[in-house]
């Protein structure tokens, strides 16, 4: 079985701060994919960012970043200088072979004021 | 590339009557697509996996004979929502996956979602 927790569930922030949304998952593969989505108000799910097990380096585009972690089984997302614009719920989702499925967590609706 | 669509976006119906929403993958071929449902404030919920030219597997608590899906080409994938009530009032994001042969994980690709709301 996979799981996915993201413990926040809401967060609130003032323009141009950073935030750091939390995932946490559980598996027992050792091949998986993590995933990020944004879903902005319209619904659409966004594609972010896909990384898989054997690739631990943090990435950086642009205002986001990641960090995975393998030793504690968690892939953060931080948004630099946070906009209006980033306001939406955001996902982590893990699939694994075994699994053949994409599990999603509980999302994080980000609300960044102005 | 990679691009699904669905169809239509948005449908308001009267309780009652069926429904059909149709998901497609326009740049590739879907060997499997996913249907999901999301209600307002919570995440999204796998309700079946679909292979093209076989029958759906069903999560479990989803009903087969109200949530019909077919997926009769490696292009398209259909949702009907049959005699549908106010409860099934909610977003539905169906997903392809290209299935390529010796991948270790298949992607998805997700659909812009349909949102249905029964009166």
């Known amino acids: 079985a996979q799981k996915v927790t993201q413990a926040q569930t809401e967060i609130s922030v003032v323009e141009k701060e950073d935030v750091t949304l939390d995932c946490v998952y559980e598996?027992?593969?050792?091949?998986?994919?993590l995933f990020w989505y944004k879903q902005p108000p319209s619904g659409e799910l966004v594609f972010l960012i896909r990384r898989n097990s054997f690739d631990e380096q943090n990435e950086i585009s642009g205002r986001y970043s990641w960090n995975f972690q393998k030793s504690t089984s968690s892939f953060n997302f931080t948004i630099t200088a946070s906009q209006v614009v980033d306001s939406a719920v955001y996902f982590c989702?893990?699939?694994?072979?075994?699994?053949?499925?994409?599990?999603f967590g509980s999302g994080t609706q980000l609300t960044v004021l102005p | 590339g990679a691009v699904v669509s669905q169809h239509p976006s948005r449908v308001i119906c009267k309780s009652g009557t069926s429904v059909k929403i149709e998901c497609r993958s326009l740049d590739f071929q879907a060997t499997t697509m996913f249907w999901y449902r999301q209600f307002p404030k919570q995440s999204l919920m796998l309700m079946a996996t679909s292979n093209e030219g076989s029958k759906a597997t069903y999560e479990q608590g989803v009903e087969k004979d109200k949530f019909l899906i077919n997926h009769a080409s490696l292009t398209l994938s259909t949702l009907t929502v049959t005699s549908a009530h106010p409860e099934d009032s909610s977003f539905y994001i169906c997903?392809?996956?290209?299935?390529?042969?010796?991948?270790?994980?298949?992607?998805?690709?997700f659909g812009p979602g349909t949102r249905l709301t029964v009166l």
């Open positions: 989702s893990l699939t694994s072979g075994s699994a053949r499925q994409l599990t």
């Open positions: 598996t027992r593969d050792t091949t998986y994919y």
């Open positions: 997903s392809a996956s290209p299935g390529l042969a010796g991948a270790l994980i298949n992607e998805q690709f």
